[in-house]
């Protein structure tokens, strides 16, 4: 049976007439008999008695617009509770998102989100790798660098800029490199998931997007990792200004080979493409980009 065809029944059935449903649904007398034809075809029963002055019930008929009318109520409850969603952000958000920005960037996004709609709990993920979000279920990503899956959409954010660094044990150590070739004889900590290698750092150079080989003496795939590895003095670490930014007062290092080597990347928000994106995801998305916006200046290298 199809849903349209017991709500055109239940219709004609209110109305007591097929013209006054066809002219309410805004479509001819004809189209709305096929409808009622094929359901009592389809049940191989007889449910409306016709006639030239009015319409009547069969016992069937009057059984199945019982369960009609429940079926319309449960449809209104529906569309009133789903309805909701369209009004009010609730439900379950989930978030997958690199390290860095999980923890020491969405945190605090996440607490004025959570106070201002109380009805969404949210569930974050901090994972350097880029898996599936669809597959996984995620209703957003926090990205860093290129983006490649078409079948997404990607809003975004903030450029976040990338520098190279060391403690000042490391440099009191082995000395400042004097080139970017000068890095194959230091020891260099490299970040595992990035999409150019693990003896590379991807970088600007002056004929635009680079690579510079070095020595990967540690490897790790988490870049809070990296940093702590750079504090203790372990080797040059490439990494985002905002991570140096927001631990320098308590662990400072210091830039290495400031005017040579540096990268910039888009951070995006990223979310299934959708005719109608959830109200949930989208406020989160507003509110997100309002204060990367206000942090904009912890993302440069100056």
């Known amino acids: 049976m199809h849903v349209d065809d017991l709500l055109l029944f239940a219709l004609v059935v209110r109305l007591k007439s097929f013209r006054a449903a066809a002219k309410q649904r805004g479509v001819a007398n004809s189209v709305v008999s096929k409808h009622i034809s094929r359901l009592e075809s389809e049940l191989g029963l007889q449910l409306l008695y016709r006639s030239t002055r009015?319409?009547?019930?069969?016992?069937?008929?009057?059984?199945?617009?019982?369960?009609?009318?429940?079926?319309?109520?449960?449809l209104k409850a529906t569309e009133q509770e789903l309805g909701t969603y369209r009004s009010e952000p609730s439900g379950l958000l989930r978030i997958?998102?690199?390290?860095?920005?999980?923890?020491?960037?969405?945190?605090?996004?996440?607490?004025?989100?959570?106070?201002k709609y109380d009805n969404v709990d949210v569930d974050l993920v901090t994972q350097d790798s880029f898996d599936d979000i669809i597959e996984q279920g995620?209703?957003?990503?926090?990205?860093?660098?290129?983006?490649?899956?078409?079948?997404?959409?990607?809003?975004?954010?903030?450029?976040?800029?990338?520098?190279?660094?060391?403690?000042?044990?490391?440099?009191?150590k082995h000395g400042y490199p004097d080139s970017l070739e000068d890095l194959l004889r230091h020891k260099c900590l490299v970040f595992s998931h990035q999409q150019s290698g693990e003896s590379e750092w991807p970088c600007i150079r002056k004929n635009g997007?680079?690579?510079?080989?070095?020595?990967?003496?540690?490897?790790?795939?988490?870049?809070?990792?990296i940093y702590n590895a750079a504090v203790a003095g372990m080797g040059i670490a490439f990494l985002p200004a905002y991570l140096i930014k927001s631990r320098d007062m308590m662990d400072p290092l210091v830039p290495v080979l400031e005017n040579q080597l540096f990268r910039e990347v888009g951070i995006y928000a990223v979310y299934p493409q959708s005719q109608f994106p959830p109200?949930?995801?989208?406020?989160?998305?507003?509110?997100?980009?309002?204060?990367?916006?206000?942090?904009e200046a912890k993302f440069s290298l100056k």
Request: hydrophobic residues 45%.
């Open 138 to 172: 995620f209703d957003l990503a926090i990205r860093t660098g290129t983006l490649e899956d078409s079948s997404l959409i990607a809003k975004r954010l903030v450029t976040s800029y990338w520098g190279a660094y060391a403690s000042p044990a490391y440099i009191e």
């Open 209 to 225: 997007a680079a690579t510079v080989a070095v020595n990967s003496s540690f490897r790790v795939n988490s870049l809070i990792a």
């Open 54 to 74: 009015k319409l009547s019930l069969t016992e069937a008929g009057e059984k199945l617009f019982r369960h009609c009318q429940t079926l319309e109520d449960q």
């Open 279 to 295: 109200l949930k995801t989208q406020l989160f998305i507003k509110l997100l980009s309002e204060m990367y916006a206000r942090e």
């Open 96 to 115: 997958s998102a690199p390290s860095v920005s999980g923890q020491l960037f969405l945190p605090t996004v996440i607490h004025r989100y959570m106070e």
